[in-house]
């Protein structure tokens, strides 16, 4: 992850931050260059504290209801005669210091809404997303590519992402089938696109974007091919099966071995042979000779 500060529009200081690119499988397939006028904010704390507020004071339901003395069943007739008892005058059995009675300032069904500005509200989304940002949490997805809803497939694109924690998908409403795969991953959160929210953002430890939901004018770059060094070419032979050795005949052994010994044999017998002959011719010429002389 790099960054870059520049200014905005406003003069306000942002910075371009830099995330990876992945596919639904996980592989890194290049980066992106987020826009800073979303993704390059100063945090604001105050202001995410009075958003995040208003946002959940507006989750409450406020359906909380208590019966008043006058809502309580019973109490209309007076317990007892005015004087001559001893006892402090009462009025009814259903007042509030009476158990069974009524709830004195009691809540009653009310809304818990707080009025946020629409600026404030859109500057803290920005904040958030810068603080995840700047934390290196932010994750782009090219698109989701799962042939049919499977909680594996949604499993290994988290480990080979890298994603640990509570995890934030913003997806589109197109994406049925990645909402359906990460549907039973208890850290997992789902969010359309056009409902995040600041609170959504602040509550998880990783934020998975798609090229589709990401806001702003993103750069994208993809990544260049791997190179095959020579290391990982002795890997692959190394895990690769090993080739069988082909079958070696004899008869050609044979035949190299058994040409060549009868060319040395014969060839020597032949020589000793011919010295044989010469030998003989010469001692009978030598017996001729000395035939003649002694005649």
């Given at each position: 992850?790099?960054?870059?500060?520049?200014?905005?529009?406003?003069?306000?200081?942002?910075?371009?931050?830099?995330?990876?690119?992945?596919?639904?499988?996980?592989?890194?397939?290049?980066?992106?260059?987020?826009?800073?006028?979303?993704?390059?904010?100063?945090?604001?704390?105050?202001?995410?504290?009075?958003?995040?507020?208003?946002?959940?004071?507006?989750?409450?339901?406020?359906?909380?209801?208590?019966?008043?003395?006058?809502?309580?069943?019973?109490?209309?007739?007076?317990?007892?005669?005015?004087?001559?008892?001893?006892?402090?005058?009462?009025?009814?059995?259903?007042?509030p210091h009476y158990s069974g009675g009524?709830?004195?300032?009691?809540?009653?069904?009310?809304?818990?809404?707080?009025?946020?500005?629409?600026?404030?509200?859109?500057?803290?989304?920005?904040?958030?997303?810068?603080?995840?940002?700047g934390a290196g949490k932010v994750l782009?997805?090219?698109?989701?590519?799962?042939?049919?809803?499977?909680?594996?497939?949604?499993?290994?694109?988290?480990?080979?992402?890298?994603?640990?924690?509570?995890?934030?998908?913003?997806?589109?409403?197109?994406?049925?089938?990645?909402?359906?795969?990460?549907?039973?991953?208890?850290?997992?959160?789902?969010?359309?696109?056009?409902?995040?929210?600041?609170?959504?953002?602040?509550?998880?430890?990783?934020?998975?974007?798609?090229?589709?939901?990401?806001?702003?004018?993103?750069?994208?770059?993809?990544?260049?091919?791997?190179?095959?060094t020579a290391a990982k070419v002795t890997?692959?032979?190394?895990?690769?099966?090993?080739?069988?050795?082909?079958?070696?005949?004899?008869?050609?052994?044979?035949?190299?071995?058994?040409?060549?010994?009868?060319?040395?044999?014969?060839?020597?017998?032949?020589?000793?042979?011919?010295?044989?002959?010469?030998?003989?011719?010469?001692?009978?010429?030598?017996?001729?000779?000395?035939?003649?002389?002694?005649?």
């Open positions: 992850m790099s960054t870059v500060t520049e200014r905005d529009r406003g003069g306000v200081e942002t910075r371009a931050v830099t995330v990876e690119r992945r596919s639904s499988s996980g592989e890194l397939v290049g980066t992106v260059e987020l826009d800073g006028a979303f993704f390059g904010h100063p945090v604001n704390v105050p202001l995410l504290h009075q958003v995040v507020t208003a946002q959940l004071a507006a989750r409450r339901s406020g359906t909380q209801s208590t019966r008043t003395r006058a809502e309580v069943r019973g109490g209309s007739a007076k317990p007892y005669r005015q004087k001559g008892t001893g006892n402090a005058r009462q009025g009814s059995i259903r007042a009524g709830i004195a300032l009691g809540p009653k069904p009310r809304s818990y809404a707080q009025r946020t500005p629409r600026k404030m509200v859109q500057q803290a989304l920005r904040c958030a997303l810068s603080d995840r940002a782009v997805v090219d698109r989701w590519a799962f042939e049919a809803p499977k909680t594996k497939d949604a499993v290994r694109f988290l480990s080979a992402a890298g994603c640990s924690g509570t995890v934030l998908l913003v997806l589109s409403r197109s994406d049925e089938i990645a909402a359906r795969s990460f549907a039973n991953l208890p850290h997992v959160m789902s969010v359309p696109g056009d409902q995040l929210s600041a609170y959504d953002v602040l509550v998880a430890d990783h934020v998975v974007f798609t090229d589709e939901t990401l806001p702003g004018e993103a750069v994208r770059t993809d990544a260049p091919p791997a190179k095959v890997a692959a032979k190394a895990t690769s099966p090993a080739k069988k050795a082909p079958a070696v005949t004899t008869a050609p052994a044979a035949e190299e071995t058994t040409a060549p010994a009868a060319e040395e044999t014969t060839a020597p017998a032949a020589e000793e042979t011919t010295a044989a002959e010469a030998a003989d011719a010469t001692g009978e010429d030598s017996v001729a000779a000395t035939d003649e002389e002694s005649k």
